[in-house]
Every structure is written in C-alpha cells, then in structure tokens.
T-cell receptor, first 116, second 110 residues
C-alpha cells in the first residue's frame, strides 16, 4: 500500500537558519503530495501541495518540489523564524483531492523548534 | 475563515466504556473523515463519509467503531467498549476541494 516516510525529528534550529525536512513516498499510482503543519493546540493546516511531477508547491516561504524520479517531496525554507515552530507532516493522496474518497496517508511528523 | 469544530478537546474514559466524539464540519463540505494519531505515531485514516454513508474505511475501523451524521450538522465517531490502545488524538476533517481539519480530541482510556 501507499506509505510516506519523513526524516526523524525533532529538529532544532536557530532563527534564520536553512530548513530541510526530507520526505519520501511509495505509491502505486500518481499521488498528490502535501505538507501539513500543526501549531500547538491547533488542527492540521495545509501548508502546500503539488499534484504532478516537477510541480513546486510554495507558501509562507516554504517550498517543496514533487520529484517522481526520487519519489521525494522535501520541504525547504531559506530562513526560519521562531513562529515556524510546529509539527510538519508530509502526506499523499492516491487521487487528486478534487475527486471522491481521497484518503490521506501521512508521514510520522517532524517537530521543528526554532530558537531566537 | 470557516472551521471544523471538535468537542471535547480532551476526554478521559474508563476502559470498557463507550465514548462519542463530536465534530461540526464546514456546512457546505461534502466529505467527512476521522483520523487518529496515537502518541508518537503516524496520523492514520479511519473512515470517510459521503452522502450519509461510509465511503471508505481502514482496517482499524472495525465493529468497535461507528460514525453518524445525525442531524445534518454534527458528525460523530462512537467507540464502543474502549480499550487502552484506543488512547489517541482523534481528528475530524471535512472536504469540498481541500481538507479542513479540526483541532482534535485527545482521548485517554484508563
């Protein structure tokens, strides 16, 4: 079945450092890929998405590129802020979210702490 | 911005008791979901619900679990005869195009 593997956490960085959180996936079809973020005490929020190979999702300074050849969707940010401290989840859907069903398969989540 | 609301935020229950977790999805959304996250583990799909019936369920979603949309606004997850291993964060989500998740209910079975 489908699966998502994220780099192990937690990750601790200083403000303005470069962030990479690795994500690789296994899927039988052509999945859509997502990054979700969970701030303390809140629900899962969509951070960015990509629906086909070589698409780049971006939001709030975060980027991730759908790499079919390496089955990866690594999350990057050039300069993190204290407010980026949260748990980040990589996920895939085996259909685009515009069609029915579309369960999400999540990675383990990576706790990011950014210190001032 | 519309939100998915889950209540309670935290529930403690005795092993063997029944619990009902409640969710109010976004009103014009068509698909409804429950996911759970056992502490330190992945977020796992439990069930999806569309047009007043289950559209898909995982192997986790056995006869112990049931879902209902009793009144057109609430969406509930019932867990019968809770076990210690049911302790987890349970997330409700609704979807029109993109997903919107609630903040979760932390269920602790003692």
């Amino acid at each position: 079945g489908d699966s998502v593997t994220q780099m192990e956490g937690p990750v601790t960085l200083s403000e303005e450092a470069f962030l990479t959180i690795n994500c690789t996936y296994t899927a039988t079809g052509y999945p859509s890929l997502f990054w979700y973020v969970q701030y303390p005490g809140e629900g899962l929020q969509l951070l960015l998405k990509a629906t086909k190979a070589d698409d780049k999702g971006s939001n709030k300074g975060f980027e991730a590129t759908y790499r079919k050849e390496t089955t990866s969707f690594h999350l990057e940010k050039g300069s993190v802020q204290v407010s980026d401290s949260a748990v980040y989840f990589c996920a895939l859907s085996d259909q685009t979210q515009e069609t029915s069903g579309s369960r999400l398969t999540f990675g383990e989540g990576t706790q990011l702490t950014v210190n001032p | 911005e519309p939100e998915v609301t889950q209540t309670p935020s935290h529930q403690v229950t005795q092993m063997g008791q029944e619990v009902i977790l409640r969710c109010v999805p976004i009103s014009n959304h068509l698909y409804f979901y429950w996911y759970r996250q056992i502490l330190g583990q992945k977020v796992e799909f439990l069930v999806s619900f569309y047009n007043n019936e289950i559209s898909e369920k995982s192997e986790i979603f056995d006869d112990q679990f049931s879902v209902e949309r009793p009144d057109g606004s609430n969406f509930t997850l019932k867990i019968r005869s809770t076990k210690l291993e049911d302790s987890a964060m349970y997330f409700c989500a609704s979807r029109y195009y993109g997903y919107t998740f609630g903040s979760g209910t932390r269920l602790t079975v003692v």
